[in-house]
């Protein structure tokens, strides 16, 4: 990455140095670099910031293949900030921050080849009322997706019922309760939608691939005890269509369950927050009947029972697909991927497993209760 005579295009942009000082004083350091995907984006984009204790100067360059593509920011040393990092691997294979003769370097190895213009490099000034530094932000956009306004609408087939899959040993109660019930599993996020990201060791994994390996064996479970069940997806993919809005791919989620008249609609999701300390269990309702909050009672209690999570509440909310389903519905968080132990949990072997047994106990009591 660093024989420049390989780069076709090399951009100058940005200096911000005061012009009192010095050019070769104190030189800047890095001290931090976060990313974040944008798929609200159209394109979407992965987002690189950099948090600067003082403005430099940066140029940017790409190679001929383009996919190669690199900063360099002059008399600017690495402070304590990590060298690798990987990123969303539909944009990013990785990137390095290295130093070498006093300037510090940002390498971007990219997942498809890219053009120059189509990379955003820009600085943000310190903003001492926000309480921010000086930053170098990087936008790189997710290649070859599909515009927004070009989709259409899923027809109700393509997301029926599945009844493939394990066969479970059930109790002769749960199947008494459940014997004939509509049950609706909504594995939260999927396809171009990944959710909440979080990180076990060098990998990162996503919410949406979480979500669905609980919902898979909780389908099971439940058609063992003779439950008909309706999956708003069984594989990892968009409901409605790829980078769809929020809305109509929420809406698609509830046509599956209001389409199948449904007697219960449980959508799952992992909680992510910027304080990896947090963690713990909250299950979601909307009172738009009696027996809502009920449900949320019952399979936040069956939670609490069967996995050892901290207690985050049943709480009252406006949640979409809790509104908008026309049955009792809850949106249960089953722990924050932002928390290291949480995040190792939920991608062990035995973890969909049990914690796809705790939210069938919940059903079970929940259709029991209302018998
Ligand atoms: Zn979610």
């Given at each position: 990455?660093?024989?420049?005579?390989?780069?076709?295009?090399?951009?100058?942009?940005?200096?911000?140095?005061?012009?009192?000082?010095?050019?070769?004083?104190?030189?800047?350091?890095?001290?931090?670099?976060?990313?974040?995907?944008?798929?609200?984006?159209?394109?979407?984009?992965?987002?690189?910031?950099?948090?600067?204790?003082?403005?430099?100067?940066?140029?940017?360059?790409?190679?001929?293949?383009?996919?190669?593509?690199?900063?360099?920011?002059?008399?600017?040393?690495?402070?304590?900030?990590?060298?690798?990092?990987?990123?969303?691997?539909?944009?990013?294979?990785?990137?390095?921050?290295?130093?070498?003769?006093?300037?510090?370097?940002?390498?971007?190895?990219?997942?498809?080849?890219?053009?120059?213009?189509?990379?955003?490099?820009?600085?943000?000034?310190?903003?001492?009322?926000?309480?921010?530094?000086?930053?170098?932000?990087?936008?790189?956009?997710?290649?070859?997706?599909?515009?927004?306004?070009?989709?259409?609408?899923?027809?109700?087939?393509?997301?029926?019922?599945?009844?493939?899959?394990?066969?479970?040993?059930?109790?002769?109660?749960?199947?008494?309760?459940?014997?004939?019930?509509?049950?609706?599993?909504?594995?939260?996020?999927?396809?171009?939608?990944?959710?909440?990201?979080?990180?076990?060791?060098?990998?990162?994994?996503?919410e949406k691939d979480i979500?669905?390996?609980?919902?898979?064996?909780?389908?099971?479970?439940?058609?063992?005890a003779g439950a008909k069940v309706?999956?708003?997806?069984?594989?990892?993919?968009?409901?409605?269509?790829?980078?769809?809005?929020?809305?109509?791919?929420?809406?698609?989620?509830?046509?599956?369950?209001?389409?199948?008249?449904?007697?219960?609609?449980?959508?799952?999701?992992?909680?992510?927050?910027?304080?990896?300390?947090?963690?713990?269990?909250?299950?979601?309702?909307?009172?738009?009947?009696?027996?809502?909050?009920?449900?949320?009672?019952?399979?936040?209690?069956?939670?609490?029972?069967?996995?050892?999570?901290?207690?985050?509440?049943?709480?009252?909310?406006?949640?979409?697909?809790?509104?908008?389903?026309?049955?009792?519905?809850?949106?249960?968080?089953?722990?924050?991927?932002?928390?290291?132990?949480?995040?190792?949990?939920?991608?062990?072997?035995?973890?969909?497993?049990?914690?796809?047994?705790?939210?069938?106990?919940?059903?079970?009591?929940?259709?029991?209760?209302?018998?």
């Amino acid at each position: 990455m660093k024989s420049i005579g390989k780069w076709l295009f090399a951009l100058l942009f940005l200096i911000l140095l005061p012009l009192t000082l010095p050019v070769m004083a104190k030189s800047a350091e890095v001290n931090s670099l976060r990313w974040t995907v944008h798929n609200e984006g159209n394109p979407p984009y992965v987002r690189i910031a950099m948090d600067l204790t003082r403005a430099v100067h940066a140029e940017a360059a790409i190679d001929d293949a383009g996919k190669n593509f690199e900063v360099i920011m002059r008399n600017t040393a690495m402070g304590n900030v990590a060298s690798q990092y990987d990123m969303d691997p539909r944009a990013v294979d990785f990137a390095t921050l290295s130093e070498k003769d006093g300037d510090t370097y940002l390498d971007v190895a990219l997942t498809k080849p890219q053009k120059i213009d189509d990379i955003r490099v820009f600085a943000l000034r310190l903003d001492a009322k926000m309480k921010k530094p000086h930053r170098l932000v990087v936008d790189i956009p997710v290649k070859g997706t599909i515009q927004s306004n070009k989709r259409k609408a899923i027809s109700p087939a393509s997301s029926a019922a599945s009844t493939s899959g394990k066969s479970y040993n059930v109790s002769n109660e749960a199947k008494n309760v459940l014997k004939g019930k509509v049950i609706c599993i909504d594995p939260g996020h999927g396809g171009t939608d990944v959710g909440a990201v979080g990180h076990v060791g060098n990998k990162t994994v996503y919410e949406k691939d979480i979500t669905l390996s609980i919902a898979l064996p909780l389908r099971d479970m439940l058609t063992s005890a003779g439950a008909k069940v309706v999956m708003t997806r069984t594989t990892d993919k968009d409901v409605y269509g790829p980078w769809a809005d929020a809305t109509p791919e929420l809406q698609a989620r509830c046509d599956v369950a209001n389409e199948a008249h449904a007697d219960a609609f449980v959508s799952i999701h992992i909680d992510s927050f910027s304080n990896s300390t947090v963690d713990g269990t909250t299950a979601y309702y909307n009172a738009k009947s009696s027996k809502d909050l009920l449900l949320a009672q019952m399979m936040h209690q069956a939670t609490l029972n069967s996995l050892s999570i901290p207690d985050r509440g049943v709480r009252s909310n406006d949640f979409y697909v809790n509104v908008h389903t026309a049955m009792p519905s809850v949106l249960m968080e089953m722990g924050f991927i932002t928390n290291s132990h949480r995040v190792k949990m939920l991608t062990s072997s035995w973890a969909p497993r049990s914690i796809a047994q705790s939210l069938f106990n919940g059903l079970v009591n929940y259709f029991a209760a209302i018998q």
